[in-house]
């Protein structure tokens, strides 16, 4: 499988715990974004990646959310101290931009229940 | 006003018929526009993008963008009991720049 890939696919952690999620983009894609996902909202961009470079976070992401693409590659979103409210299907795309158009591709999210 | 805007749902229409989606967005300087479906507890999948004014068609779907009206649309001509999903509209470019910026989605029931 060649797509995007997401792990874990679901998390249950209890509040005050850190919790780390790993995205795989397809590989041939610079691009890489991060989302978050509530019941009946759309996904709610945090951040994205142009290559290894952290290209802009949301205004609404709190300091205790932190993303690295290393080399690249594959990517790693962090939230640290979980609240409830942070319990969300988390998302991440990528796509290959060269000046044309930005088709971005899901995986298949990690959902994370904080209790 | 927000940045990306659908029309509320829930959609429903019989086996068979158009089912039209529509959106309505906010910043001029979009230049890319996505519409992806998404089923209950998966991850939205990409199904048709619009760069230009007119339509697009792809098989059961077709794609309208009208820049001047700040207005994208989905058509599903002969809708299918598996086309009901959640549609959401994203854009990107002008004031999104890099990133995709979704509508909050339209619920489509298609019913036998």
């Known amino acids: 499988d060649t797509g995007v890939s997401q792990d874990p696919r679901h998390k249950i952690t209890k509040r005050g715990q850190n919790v780390t999620f790993r995205c795989d983009p397809i590989?041939?894609?610079?691009?890489l974004y991060w989302y978050r996902q509530t019941l009946g909202q759309g996904p709610e961009f945090l951040t994205y990646?142009?290559?290894?470079?952290?290209?802009?976070k949301s205004r609404l992401l709190s300091d205790r959310f932190s993303a690295e693409r290393p080399k690249g590659s594959f990517s790693t979103l962090e939230i640290q101290r979980t609240e409830q409210g942070d319990s969300a299907m988390y998302l991440c795309?990528?796509?290959?931009?060269?000046?044309?158009?930005?088709?971005?591709?899901f995986g298949q999210g990690t959902r994370l229940t904080v209790v | 006003q927000k940045e990306v805007e659908q029309n509320s749902g829930p959609l429903s229409v019989p086996e068979g018929a158009i089912a039209s989606l529509n959106c309505t967005y906010s910043?001029?300087?979009?230049?890319?526009f996505f519409w992806y479906r998404q089923y209950s507890g998966k991850s939205p999948e990409l199904i048709m993008f619009i760069y230009s004014n007119g339509d697009k068609e792809d098989g059961r779907f077709t794609a309208q963008l009208n820049k001047a009206s700040q207005y994208v649309s989905l058509l599903i001509r002969d809708s299918q009991p598996s086309d009901s999903a959640t549609y959401l509209c994203a854009l990107g470019g002008g004031t999104s720049y890099g990133k995709l910026t979704f509508g909050q989605g339209t619920i489509l029931t298609v019913h036998p």
């Open positions: 590989s041939e894609h610079n691009r």
């Open positions: 795309a990528s796509s290959f931009v060269s000046g044309g158009g930005t088709e971005a591709f």
């Open positions: 910043d001029r300087g979009s230049q890319s």
């Open positions: 990646f142009q290559n290894e470079a952290q290209l802009e």
